[in-house]
């Protein structure tokens, strides 16, 4: 069987996003352009992938290396098209090779289309294929341009086209599949006499029908995977796209969006039946939510594990894990690494970071709770600090065993340990360990001077008249 193989076109300037940034690194939602189409090829059963890197090519280098993405990266110097970007994978292609060849910046591509396309080109035995789809406004795309038989003749840049080409509503799509010998052999015969003076991909077809071999033409109904971002009006395209999809995807498995148009989600995402959500929520990544719960309004919610008949009401939670049964807010901040037991309360203006609570435990109002290990039914007074840095800029821990009791407006100075079943009085700066069942008060003792202020307005009275 042939070794199928993808060469993905990144190098490109993208000089019509107006951007410091690389076309491919511009996300459509919360991913950037270039792991979609990884993502496509790789579901598509892809595993030997080569990107062509270009402009800026440092930054999307580092890009897929944060991602941990298994590719061979090839340079293209200077960016002189996309037949220019292709022939750089040269030394990466084996004449025997199916190679997919993919604009970098068509993320909405399905791995299901590419394997179909992958197997119409073999089927029909054809030396390539391409995808194609109809636009009632094909704009500045490449034309197809069929002979009477509807067989490709060629594939037309609109810049290049004669008053008919520029009629034709078949366009390119930017997906290619190729056999490697004949994708080799098409390449010192690229030149750069056109409109553009780039040497183009779209030319190739052409060689390899002058070499003898038919090329086929993939035609796909669904325009809504198609969509090449050069501008951000064409990114912001994309990103509706892909919302709808995934907003319907969860409508039809038994989730309420009140306003799905206000609501947004991930491709990643998994949410359980029963889950209603409210306008501005955002959920990013890899989150997963369980069933019964009721998100937002307005939260914001990423890389998160959530439990069953949560509610999270006007609140943040990044990189985080909540159990079941919890209400989160309103105005909760959970920031990373906060393991949330079931039966567990955030409330309004609580943050917290790098915690464990254990279940039935509650963090009510007003309070900063980072770096701590805190047992199980506890509850933590409003206003209450544990206060983690200490001066060499070091995070300390603090512990609260179970069922304890952190009266308001306290203060923890980590490292420091309040055992099992203790009390700490309101207003306490807590410096040292508390053992178990133990109650601990760490305040000023109070000072009352009675009917000191009846004395202190006589006197204020006497001296004013003196005046
Ligand atoms: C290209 C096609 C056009 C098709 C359209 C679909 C050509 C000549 N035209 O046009 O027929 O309808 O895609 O979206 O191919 N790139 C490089 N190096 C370069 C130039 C480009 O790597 O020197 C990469 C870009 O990063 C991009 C991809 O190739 O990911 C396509 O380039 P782009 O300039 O966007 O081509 P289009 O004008 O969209
Ligand atoms: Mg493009």
């Known amino acids: 069987m042939d070794k199928i193989k993808a060469v993905i076109l990144a190098g490109g300037k993208g000089t019509r996003m107006k951007s410091e940034l690389p076309k491919v690194l511009h996300k459509v939602y919360d991913r950037c352009i270039i792991d979609y189409v990884c ?68 993320p909405l591509i399905s791995s299901q289309t590419i394997k179909s396309l992958i197997s119409f080109c073999k089927q029909g035995n054809y030396g390539g294929t391409v995808l194609s789809c109809i636009l009632d406004e094909p704009g500045s795309l490449g034309r197809v341009i069929r002979d009477e038989n509807g067989n490709l003749l060629r594939i037309v840049e609109k810049k290049d086209c004669n008053e008919s080409e520029e009629k034709v509503k078949e366009v390119n799509i930017g997906v290619y599949c190729f056999k490697g010998d004949l994708l080799k052999q098409s390449f010192n015969k690229l030149d750069d006499n056109n409109a553009q003076n780039e040497y183009y991909i779209t030319d190739i077809p ?64 998994k949410i359980g039946k029963d889950t209603i959500i409210y306008p501005g929520t955002n959920i990013q990544g890899e989150t997963i939510i369980g069933e019964d719960c009721i998100i937002g309004p307005n939260s914001h919610i990423s890389s998160s594990t959530i439990g069953n008949n949560v509610v999270i009401e006007t609140s943040k939670v990044t990189n985080s894990t909540i159990g079941n049964n919890c209400i989160i807010g309103p105005f909760a901040h959970i920031r990373p690494n906060s393991n949330i037991n079931d039966n567990c309360k955030i409330g309004s203006f609580a943050e917290t970071k790098n915690i464990n609570l254990g279940n039935d435990s509650k963090i009510p109002h007003l309070i900063y ?75 000023q003792k109070q000072t009352t001077k009675d009917e000191y202020i009846k004395k202190h307005n006589e006197f204020l009275n006497k001296s004013h008249k003196k005046n």
């Open 206 to 269: 052409s060689h390899i029908k002058k070499a003898g071999y038919n090329f086929g033409v993939y035609a796909i109904a669904d325009i809504s995977e198609f969509q090449g971002i050069n501008s951000r009006e064409e990114l912001s395209i994309a990103t509706c796209t892909l919302l709808n999809k995934t907003r319907k995807f969860h409508m039809d498995n038994g989730v309420t969006l009140i306003d799905p148009k206000n609501t947004y989600i991930s491709l990643d995402a």
């Open 369 to 443: 709770a980072g770096d701590a290990d805190i047992g199980q039914n506890v509850e933590i007074g409003c206003g209450c600090i544990t206060a983690n840095l200490n001066p060499k800029w070091e995070k300390n821990r603090t512990i609260i065993g179970d069922n304890s009791f952190i009266g308001s407006n306290s203060t923890l100075i980590a490292p420091v340990e309040i055992g099992k079943d203790c009390a700490i009085a309101a207003g306490s700066v807590i410096t040292d360990n508390i053992p178990d069942s133990s109650f601990a008060i760490a305040r």
């Open 39 to 106: 993502d496509a090829c790789e579901d598509a059963g892809i595993n030997d992938i080569c990107i062509i890197v270009g402009h800026k090519a440092e930054q999307v280098e580092e890009h897929l290396k944060i991602k941990n993405r298994n590719v061979t990266l090839c340079l293209q110097k200077e960016q002189l098209g996309t037949g220019h970007a292709v022939m750089q994978a040269k030394d990466h292609i084996d004449d025997d090779d199916l190679v997919l060849v993919i604009n970098g910046d068509q």
